[in-house]
Structure formats: C-alpha cells, structure tokens
C-alpha cells in the first residue's frame, strides 16, 4: 500500500514542479526588458523615406548603440526625466526633425516619444512608444500618429511607414500587438 501512495504522490510532485517552471519562465520572459528602436531611412536613390518601429529583445537592447548617424532613435533619449519628492515624472518632450529631399520635394519628418503617463510609477509610466509626422513641402501629408495608442489592450501597432516620392503617397502596416511584443 506504501508504494501505491508514493506512485500516485511522485506523479503529482512532477507535475507541480513542471507547472511551476512553466510559470516562472514565463515570468522571466515578461519582466524581460524590452527597448523600444525607432529608425529613419531616407533613400532619394529609391525614392522612398521608411520610419520602423521595433523592440530590442534578448539582451540586445541595454548595449546598443542610438545613432543619429545611423537613424536609430530612442524615444526615452527623447524625454527628460526629473525626480521630485512624490514621484519619478517626465517634465519635457523632444522632437527629432529631419528633412529628405525626393523626386518630388521636400519632406520633413517629426519623430517624437509616445508619453503614456508622465509618472513614470503610475500606471503605464515605464511604458513608451513614439509617434511621427510628416510634411510635404511643409504642408501636412500625415498628422501626428502615434505607433502604439495606449499602452494595454491589443490594439494594432504600426511597424512601418514607407513615404513614396513618384506618388507623394504613404502606407501604414500595422501587427497585433501580441504579435509585436
């Protein structure tokens, strides 16, 4: 009769420790730390701009390198955080401003943080994102849109924004974002 109880208990013992792996790995994945990339291409040869968001995972994202050379972008490096008695907040934004010259003018790109709570303790304060504009010969051909609206839910977040030039024309993509993250 011992045996028969310690068969039904190693079972049961496996079982747990494997659910309870399962759960911490999974908790290990969440609390990884992601940092958000946003990047700029003018390409006159082409004759198209493209602005990509993405995340840096697995361990890449604490030693890269932003280059403006580049045309990769934080959107923290584009906040200004100051620490006052009640809180950790965000006191001042920055736009990037860049202009690319295609076949068919001027086009003035604004790259700038997604801010979803200036507290950063608050709720979806250690969240960002970035939002862009874009300009034709300084009139306004997209306005103001964000890659991510809100910082829960499974809203679609925009990837990629490819301006054409011939056709003075843009093309939003967009994922889900449990695809995204």
């Given at each position: 009769m011992a045996v028969s109880i310690k068969t039904k208990t190693v079972p049961r013992l496996a079982t747990t420790?494997?659910?309870?792996?399962?759960?911490?790995?999974?908790?290990?994945?969440?609390?990884?730390?992601?940092?958000?990339?946003?990047?700029?291409?003018?390409?006159?040869?082409?004759?198209?701009?493209?602005?990509?968001?993405?995340?840096?995972?697995?361990?890449?994202?604490a030693n890269f390198k932003y280059s403006d050379e580049d045309g990769t972008y934080s959107p923290w490096d584009m906040v200004e955080i100051a620490q006052k008695s009640d809180a950790t907040r965000i006191i001042r934004t920055n736009k990037i401003t860049r202009v690319c010259n295609l076949s068919s003018g001027d086009y003035t790109i604004e790259i700038e943080p997604q801010v979803f709570n200036k507290d950063l303790n608050g709720r979806c304060g250690a969240s960002i994102s970035g939002?862009?504009?874009?300009?034709?010969?300084?009139?306004?051909?997209?306005?103001?849109?964000?890659?991510?609206?809100?910082?829960?839910?499974?809203?679609?977040?925009?990837?990629?924004?490819?301006?054409?030039?011939?056709?003075?024309?843009?093309?939003?993509?967009?994922?889900?974002?449990?695809?995204?993250?």
């Open positions: 420790s494997l659910v309870i792996a399962l759960l911490w790995s999974q908790a290990c994945i969440a609390a990884e730390k992601m940092y958000p990339l946003i990047s700029y291409k003018c390409d006159a040869d082409a004759d198209i701009i493209e602005i990509t968001n993405s995340l840096l995972k697995n361990g890449q994202g939002a862009v504009t874009i300009l034709h010969d300084g009139i306004e051909l997209l306005e103001r849109t964000a890659f991510e609206d809100y910082c829960h839910g499974n809203a679609p977040i925009i990837t990629r924004i490819t301006v054409f030039g011939k056709t003075i024309e843009y093309k939003i993509k967009r994922i889900a974002k449990y695809k995204f993250y």
